[in-house]
């Protein structure tokens, strides 16, 4: 049984560089729905990826407060890996704004 993941993005902000790392480097479908008012992307995520894909996908993203990650972080697979990407891109995203 495939899972699907549905995630909705304030801002609209990363949201792109999320798109292509996740079908780039982990090769799972994506579906992106805009709001009315073209302020949040609602993105639809399904397909199966792995602790590796998600692993590749941190060290594509450039982040730039890596420094706070676990020297070696632990993916999980499947969906629980897939949040752990967004959220880690959100707080670096969120981080990214408070510097300016």
Same mark, same amino acid.
């Given at each position: 049984?495939?899972?699907?993941?549905?995630? #909705? @993005?304030? &801002?609209? !902000?990363?949201? /792109?560089?999320? %798109?292509?790392?996740?079908?780039? =480097?982990?090769?799972?479908?994506? $579906?992106?729905?805009?709001?009315?008012?073209?302020?949040?992307?609602?993105? #639809? @995520?399904? &397909?199966? !990826?792995?602790? /590796?894909?998600? %692993?590749?996908?941190?060290?594509? =993203?450039?982040?730039?407060?890596? $420094?706070?990650?676990?020297?070696?972080?632990?993916?999980?697979?499947?969906?629980?890996?897939?949040?752990?990407?967004?959220?880690?891109?959100?707080?670096?995203?969120?981080?990214?704004?408070?510097?300016?």
């Amino acid at each position: 049984m495939r899972l699907k993941l549905q995630v #909705t @993005i304030k &801002g609209r !902000v990363y949201y /792109e560089r999320l %798109s292509k790392v996740l079908i780039g =480097l982990c090769g799972i479908s994506l $579906e992106k729905h805009f709001t009315n008012d073209n302020d949040n992307v609602t993105l #639809t @995520i399904e &397909g199966d !990826v792995f602790a /590796e894909d998600m %692993s590749l996908a941190i060290q594509s =993203l450039n982040l730039t407060f890596t $420094e706070l990650l676990d020297i070696y972080p632990v993916w999980k697979d499947g969906m629980l890996g897939l949040m752990q990407i967004i959220t880690i891109l959100h707080l670096d995203e969120t981080m990214r704004v408070r510097k300016k």
